[in-house]
């Protein structure tokens, strides 16, 4: 069941690392003009600046533990002010946050070793995100219940989205009887979206 856990899961690798980018039209030209030059030094500096973001996360990730990577669904990995982390469209490093903005700041720029990053404040940390997506996952995994439960009937995926700061939960089919069903089987959780989608195809 741990598949579907993370079928739809949008920051594929990372979990809590969304990239966004942003591409630009190829002029067909033999000579550069002065605003394809332009154009060019702009691509180079947004691919600098994405990778100068990646060193910032790995560094982050780092500082909360050694094995994050074997760690990444542990709620106990993420440190309570910490809400996730993405690469905005300009290719600057932003970590969602959770309290004390100031205090959150100096903490990051000392983790960081520089201070070239954003920050968001958001209302949910993403430790506890996980701990909802291990409540979805011990339902899934729970072989008591029923395959005729309306929420097995129609889950399609689960994963915590960093941009909302809320956690994503997919339904082939969204209607207050299903809704009821998983609130009051699995969570009733403010910070829980349900979303209509597809199945995963089993490759």
């Not at 910490?82 to 205090?103: Q, R, W």
């Amino acid at each position: 069941m741990k598949t579907n856990r993370y079928a739809f899961l949008v920051i594929s690798s990372l979990l809590l690392f969304s990239v966004g980018c942003n591409q630009q039209d190829k002029k067909n030209a033999q000579t550069p003009l002065p605003e394809a030059a332009s154009a060019t030094s702009e691509t180079e500096s947004a691919a600098s600046k994405n990778e100068r973001a990646m060193v910032y996360h790995e560094k982050l990730m780092e500082f909360f533990s050694a094995d994050w990577m074997e760690r990444e669904s542990d709620p106990d990995l993420y440190p309570d002010f910490y809400g996730g982390s993405f690469i905005d469209n300009s290719g600057t490093f932003v970590v969602a946050v959770t309290g004390n903005t100031e205090a959150n700041r100096q903490k990051l720029t000392s983790i960081l070793g520089s201070d070239d990053f954003k920050m968001e404040t958001v209302q949910y940390s993403y430790s506890r995100m996980m701990q909802e997506m291990d409540k979805i996952d011990a339902f899934l995994s729970d072989a008591s219940v029923s395959p005729e439960h309306p929420v097995m009937l129609r889950f399609a995926g689960a994963y915590p989205d960093v941009l909302d700061n809320r956690v994503k939960v997919i339904l082939t089919e969204v209607n207050q009887s299903v809704i009821n069903a998983f609130k009051k089987d699995i969570s009733a959780s403010p910070m829980l979206l349900f979303e209509k989608g597809e199945m995963p195809e089993l490759r």
